[in-house]
């Protein structure tokens, strides 16, 4: 078929075969999804499911917790991306202990952090390194430059994950997936060739995708046509080859080695996630063993939201205890959260 | 209601709104607004309104804080319907700041007055002590009176006064004041300005008009997303609008697109929001291209009346490729203040 925008939207809309769940695994492109209003456009037999690629929904409580506890130590700030000062730990977020003294610095690139580092070299600056394979070399140059400038006071709290181990773990576990957006930005970085061997396994078609609403509703499509077929199919060429970015992997590699990581409602997954090689570990925070994951509210069903086993709108909180002004899960806060794009861009199915 | 305020309380959007509910509005008075309707002696009205400027940095590609707290208070006044005329303007100065900062911004804010046609007529300074170690700050309060009915009749001008089949439209380009203080925050050289702006010229030339203006709101903090959620609540009527019809400037656009950012939540300091009667709808654009700061207007939906899957207070957008997806109020822009 021909992949113009009128014929994918049309294929998709008038989809008449056996249901079939698609899932992203990626944060931008759950908020790609709901800006573009993609849910509209489809078929009530094709259903979208978001997967745990939202960096911060998959940060465990014990990290948030740790984070916490660092910004309220002496001659410590802890420095993060925005995204994280609302995420809830166990009791609470950055956001609340900043009201009662907690020092936390919020910027738009880690770099900023060596300034911070070097105007003010009696405290100690944490960064928050949450993030995927597309986070992790800066990270990585981050990490590298503190040692260039010999700078002591940089250090890093990491919760980097990747993505191969948890897809593979969502479909050894049955989660009810027909094919899989697989995310972009991630695959510019490592390239696709780990997903061909996922696909293999378990028969089932990946499609790199862009996160523009032509290149999401191609991916769609290409999804459902592949349906039961185990192939890897790459529909953003403009920015993804099939070996990825080997400097940056490179980069990465020096500095990390494989871990294994804990996710919010899914426990620890081995090999699935990075932390700071042993040469580097004057660097780390304390970022080993934070695998504890408390729910703020019992009731949220974050970790079945992000398993694809059950919608944001099905969770009993849904709009009503949880909000993003009142988040009781990590889905809520984060606009790349499965709750909060639902709420906010008033999502259904 | 949390227990101690953060900064999405200053954000414009749901949570302060939560704070004003909480705590204002149940000490002073329920109907409180941006800008207060009064009537003096009876007949003649005026309308009233207050507010403060904090913004980094102080001087920016576009405008600065001086010209900022002249446009806030005349923009607030005029979206009633009023023609601004006097200004109160208070400064809280931290330790430190430099008085060549202060004196340029102050006379911003004179050649501002002098633009929109008001005159500054009563002040007051405080002096507090600095943070210590960060930049010293310096904060303005501005308060204003406008006369209503100064440029013609504004009686039908009010938040709720959107009905089935008026024509949705803006004044300009969005998010370039948002664009431009980031931009400087980052330390991005670029061509993005801050549309900073008092939009008298084109108040009194629609009102002068005669235009049936049902509506009129300044799109700031909180960006268009929220001020016509905002809208279609108070109207209890459902808003429409095309997201291609959304003027951006392709600048803007990639800037918001570099840093994950949407245009429909990006705050602005010189455009505003009207809804008008639709047999108007042209001759209100041809008037707004016609002013001063007017030339990107457009006309980017309409209103329609509540049915059972779009109950009233909806807005709806249509993407750009023909999906649908409704629009709430900002919830959380994370970011520091703009404005």
């Given at each position: 078929m021909s992949?113009?925008?009128n014929?994918?939207?049309?294929?998709?809309?008038?989809?008449?075969?056996?249901?079939?769940?698609?899932?992203?695994?990626c944060g931008s492109?759950?908020?790609?999804?709901?800006?573009?209003?993609?849910?509209?456009?489809?078929?009530?037999?094709?259903?979208?499911?978001?997967?745990?690629?939202?960096?911060?929904?998959?940060?465990?409580?014990s990290?948030?917790?740790?984070?916490?506890?660092?910004?309220?130590?002496?001659?410590t700030?802890v420095v993060?991306?925005?995204?994280?000062?609302?995420v809830?730990?166990?009791?609470?977020?950055?956001?609340?202990?900043?009201?009662?003294g907690?020092?936390?610095?919020?910027?738009?690139?880690?770099?900023?952090?060596?300034?911070?580092?070097?105007?003010?070299p009696?405290?100690?600056?944490?960064?928050?390194a949450?993030?995927?394979?597309?986070t992790?070399?800066?990270?990585?140059?981050?990490?590298?430059?503190t040692?260039e400038?010999?700078l002591s006071?940089?250090?890093?709290?990491?919760a980097?994950?990747?993505m191969?181990?948890?897809?593979?773990?969502?479909?050894?576990?049955?989660?009810p997936?027909?094919?899989?957006?697989?995310?972009?930005?991630v695959?510019?970085?490592?390239?696709?060739?780990?997903?061909?061997g996922?696909?293999k396994?378990?028969?089932l078609?990946?499609?790199?995708?862009?996160?523009?609403?032509?290149?999401?509703?191609?991916?769609l499509?290409?999804l459902?046509?592949?349906?039961?077929?185990?192939?890897?199919?790459?529909?953003?060429?403009?920015?993804?080859?099939?070996?990825?970015?080997?400097?940056?992997?490179?980069?990465?590699?020096?500095?990390?080695?494989?871990?294994?990581?804990a996710?919010?409602?899914?426990?620890?997954i081995?090999n699935?996630?990075?932390?700071?090689?042993g040469s580097?570990?004057?660097?780390?925070?304390?970022?080993r063993?934070?695998?504890?994951?408390?729910?703020?509210?019992r009731a949220c069903?974050?970790?079945?939201v992000?398993?694809?086993?059950k919608?944001p709108?099905?969770c009993?909180l849904?709009?009503?205890?949880?909000?993003?002004?009142?988040?009781?899960?990590?889905?809520?806060?984060?606009?790349?959260?499965?709750?909060?794009?639902?709420?906010?861009?008033?999502?259904?199915? | 209601?949390d227990?101690?305020?953060t900064?999405?309380?200053?954000?414009?959007?749901?949570?302060?709104?939560e704070?004003?509910?909480?705590?204002?509005?149940?000490?002073?008075?329920?109907?409180m607004d941006?800008a207060?309707?009064?009537s003096?002696?009876?007949?003649?009205?005026i309308a009233?309104?207050t507010?403060?400027?904090?913004?980094?940095?102080?001087?920016?590609?576009?405008?600065?804080?001086?010209?900022?707290?002249i446009?806030?208070?005349?923009?607030?006044?005029?979206?009633?319907g009023?023609?601004?005329?006097?200004?109160?303007?208070g400064?809280i100065?931290?330790e430190?700041?430099?008085?060549?900062?202060?004196?340029?911004a102050?006379?911003?804010?004179?050649?501002?007055?002098r633009?929109?046609g008001?005159t500054?007529?009563?002040?007051d300074?405080?002096?507090?002590e600095?943070?210590g170690?960060?930049?010293?700050?310096?904060?303005?309060?501005?308060?204003g009176v406008?006369?209503?009915?100064?440029?013609?009749?504004?009686?039908?001008?009010?938040a709720?006064?959107?009905?089935?089949?008026?024509?949705?439209?803006v004044?300009?380009?969005?998010?370039?004041?948002?664009?431009?203080?980031?931009?400087?925050?980052?330390g991005?050289?670029?061509?993005i300005?801050?549309?900073n702006?008092?939009?008298?010229?084109?108040?009194?030339?629609?009102?002068?008009?005669?235009?049936?203006?049902?509506?009129?709101?300044?799109?700031?903090?909180?960006?268009?997303?929220?001020?016509?959620?905002?809208?279609?609540?108070?109207?209890?009527?459902?808003?429409?609008?095309?997201?291609?019809?959304?003027?951006v400037?392709?600048?803007?656009?990639?800037?918001?697109?570099?840093?994950?950012?949407?245009?429909?939540?990006?705050?602005?300091?010189?455009k505003?929001a009207?809804?008008v009667?639709?047999?108007?709808?042209?001759?209100?654009?041809?008037?707004l291209?016609?002013?001063?700061?007017?030339?990107?207007?457009?006309?980017?939906g309409k209103?329609?009346?509540?049915?059972?899957?779009?109950?009233?207070?909806?807005?709806?957008?249509?993407t750009?490729?023909?999906?649908l997806?409704?629009?709430?109020v900002?919830?959380?822009?994370?970011l520091?203040?703009i404005?």
């Amino acid at each position: 078929m021909s992949l113009d925008l009128n014929s994918v939207r049309d294929y998709l809309k008038h989809y008449d075969g056996p249901d079939v769940n698609l899932m992203e695994v990626c944060g931008s492109h759950t908020g790609a999804i709901a800006k573009n209003g993609i849910p509209s456009l489809l078929s009530d037999k094709i259903h979208l499911i978001s997967g745990p690629g939202c960096p911060v929904c998959v940060c465990v409580s014990s990290y948030i917790d740790r984070l916490i506890e660092l910004s309220l130590t002496e001659n410590t700030c802890v420095v993060t991306f925005g995204d994280l000062i609302r995420v809830p730990g166990s009791q609470e977020s950055l956001s609340i202990a900043r009201g009662r003294g907690a020092r936390v610095r919020m910027v738009y690139s880690p770099m900023e952090t060596l300034d911070l580092a070097e105007k003010d070299p009696a405290t100690t600056f944490v960064f928050a390194a949450v993030g995927f394979e597309t986070t992790a070399p800066v990270y990585a140059l981050l990490v590298e430059e503190t040692k260039e400038r010999h700078l002591s006071n940089v250090k890093l709290l990491t919760a980097i994950k990747t993505m191969p181990a948890v897809i593979d773990s969502l479909c050894s576990s049955h989660a009810p997936v027909d094919g899989f957006l697989a995310p972009g930005h991630v695959c510019a970085v490592t390239g696709y060739t780990a997903y061909e061997g996922l696909a293999k396994r378990y028969d089932l078609p990946f499609v790199v995708c862009g996160f523009t609403g032509p290149e999401l509703l191609i991916g769609l499509t290409l999804l459902v046509k592949y349906r039961g077929q185990g192939i890897v199919k790459n529909a953003y060429p403009r920015v993804v080859t099939r070996e990825g970015n080997q400097e940056a992997q490179a980069l990465m590699q020096e500095v990390f080695e494989p871990a294994p990581a804990a996710w919010r409602g899914l426990g620890i997954i081995e090999n699935s996630g990075l932390v700071l090689k042993g040469s580097y570990a004057s660097c780390d925070a304390g970022s080993r063993d934070l695998s504890e994951d408390n729910k703020k509210n019992r009731a949220c069903i974050c970790d079945q939201v992000l398993t694809g086993r059950k919608k944001p709108v099905d969770c009993p909180l849904f709009g009503k205890v949880c909000s993003p002004m009142h988040p009781q899960g990590a889905c809520m806060v984060s606009q790349e959260g499965s709750c909060f794009t639902w709420l906010t861009s008033g999502r259904q199915r | 209601m949390d227990e101690v305020i953060t900064t999405a309380h200053g954000s414009g959007g749901r949570a302060t709104g939560e704070l004003i509910a909480a705590v204002f509005a149940k000490a002073f008075h329920d109907e409180m607004d941006d800008a207060a309707v009064l009537s003096v002696n009876g007949s003649e009205k005026i309308a009233m309104t207050t507010d403060s400027f904090v913004v980094t940095p102080r001087f920016y590609a576009g405008g600065d804080i001086g010209r900022l707290a002249i446009c806030g208070t005349v923009n607030d006044l005029l979206m009633r319907g009023a023609k601004p005329a006097y200004l109160t303007a208070g400064f809280i100065l931290e330790e430190g700041t430099k008085v060549e900062e202060l004196s340029r911004a102050v006379t911003s804010m004179a050649e501002t007055a002098r633009e929109a046609g008001v005159t500054v007529v009563a002040g007051d300074t405080k002096v507090v002590e600095g943070h210590g170690g960060s930049e010293p700050q310096f904060y303005i309060n501005t308060a204003g009176v406008g006369l209503m009915n100064g440029f013609g009749d504004a009686a039908s001008v009010s938040a709720a006064g959107a009905r089935p089949g008026d024509a949705i439209l803006v004044s300009g380009t969005m998010g370039d004041h948002h664009a431009a203080i980031l931009g400087a925050r980052l330390g991005l050289e670029g061509t993005i300005r801050s549309d900073n702006a008092p939009l008298v010229d084109m108040v009194r030339n629609l009102l002068q008009a005669g235009v049936r203006v049902h509506t009129m709101r300044d799109v700031t903090r909180g960006g268009l997303g929220t001020v016509l959620k905002e809208l279609a609540t108070s109207s209890k009527q459902v808003f429409r609008i095309e997201e291609e019809k959304i003027p951006v400037s392709p600048a803007v656009k990639s800037f918001a697109g570099m840093l994950g950012l949407d245009p429909l939540y990006m705050g602005n300091e010189g455009k505003m929001a009207l809804i008008v009667d639709e047999a108007d709808a042209e001759l209100s654009l041809q008037i707004l291209r016609a002013s001063k700061y007017g030339e990107n207007a457009a006309r980017i939906g309409k209103v329609e009346a509540p049915v059972a899957d779009t109950p009233e207070g909806s807005v709806i957008l249509t993407t750009a490729i023909g999906g649908l997806r409704s629009i709430d109020v900002l919830q959380d822009e994370g970011l520091p203040r703009i404005c």
